[in-house]
């Protein structure tokens, strides 16, 4: 496995695996792997000749107040999970490399990145997508792999894909959660102890909705309700947003139809956590 | 030589032509072809094995009261020209192909979009941004021609294209002029004659200017003037901006040094002509 932080060095064994007719997979991450990302890396290995990791912290996704400078991070523990998962190359690029001096090219997926995290978050999608279309330039992968933790990212990294005509496929895979149902998440180890038990907290409302729905609830606005009571009932929960919308468009739903995506946001302290369901009613 | 209209079957032409190890090159044109883009495809048809010749008008880079509905067209004599000037495929989608019901992913270069003419067209390079990226990620070519005509879209393309590591290379081609030394543009068309006969006074101002610069001029204001001066000796001209900019980053000059890029846009009645030189003080 490789270590490559420069982007014409990546560059140049991309094209070494592409005159090889070599499969590419790539899984963008911000690095601090769990579980999560591990599952993502498997399913490249498995299906892909050449598995390339990125692990790059990106500034242009991060507001103003946000954690972009205590993100967590351990590079010599990534290193040795991703070896393990049969990752190829780890591309790991500073972000003075990737933001020239001087960038301003920016990609931007308009509506859907307003809404849910997007009214908190107002540059995050932005950013995500920018950063997104240039690892797709620089690995040029014929798959990318995405966690549905991230359910809002995923449709729009899909509908990006779709709209300017990328030539890539996107395979977004399930939710990997803690055995007591917390989502797995870099962030989660910022939870205070207290916190990090009361947690479940997102999970067993949206276990609650589930419920609720397979008995036949179909008014979105009766679940949102109830959500919001489960996790009310846990005083340091706050709540960011609870939403349900289509899978689709990520459109508010009032009576349940179709593929509808539970999705919520959070805080425990400064800690913003979020979760979610699809459900096909 | 073929005609695609459809994007699935251009990918697959693309895909074969690639699989012969095929040097593919772009020229992305709105049609009603004019010597400076048989230029661009000569230079192609040279220095690549498979030219592909784009026909698009694109909605989204034309402003609500601009003329996207009366945009000269003739794809029967554009066809002509490009069989006779060695295209292989010339690939024409529908705006509605292009832009699928619910598009809303933008490429936007920011800086660099809103001078000069995105003054006066403020969605402009927008559109282009994000039309050139969607033709680059169909046709995935190895080198995408364009003409130095349109100076500030050449520079927003080049920047675009290395702020989002596009693995593509952009070559830009000096503009070619009528004998008269009017800039050939398919807009040209629109002119009256009396207009047609006096919009030399562009190309006339420029060669002005570079004579003040040969003979020591370095004031960029005293150039502007001189400029100004002798496109106002045509009652008829209506100037929109004289700019005098780095031809790097567009910002504007005060005392002429490096690569400068003189750049100007006039009215005709309604038809606005650009033209520009680039000169190196």
Known sequence: MKLIRNIALIKNEIKKAKKKNRKIGLVPTMGYLHDGHISLIKRAAREC?????????NPSQFGPSEDYLRYPKNIKRDLGIAKKAKVDI?????AKIMYKNGHQTCVSVEKLGTCLCGIKRPAHFKGVATVVSKLFNIIEPDIAYFG??????????DTMVKDLNMPIKLKILPI????DGLAMSSRNIYLRKADRANAIILYKSLQQAKRMIASGVKNANTIIHTIRKVIK????AKIDYISIVSSKDLKPVKRLKG???IALAVYFGKTRLIDNIIITV
Request: hydrophobic residues 50%.
């Open 49 to 57: 000749d050449y598995v390339v990791l990125s692990i790059f912290i």
């Open 90 to 94: 780890v591309f790991a690029p500073s």
């Open 148 to 157: 549905q933790k991230d359910a809002q990212q995923a449709i729009i990294i």
């Open 176 to 179: 990997v959660r803690e055995k």
């Open 233 to 236: 009932s846990t005083p340091r």
């Open 259 to 261: 593929k509808i995506l």
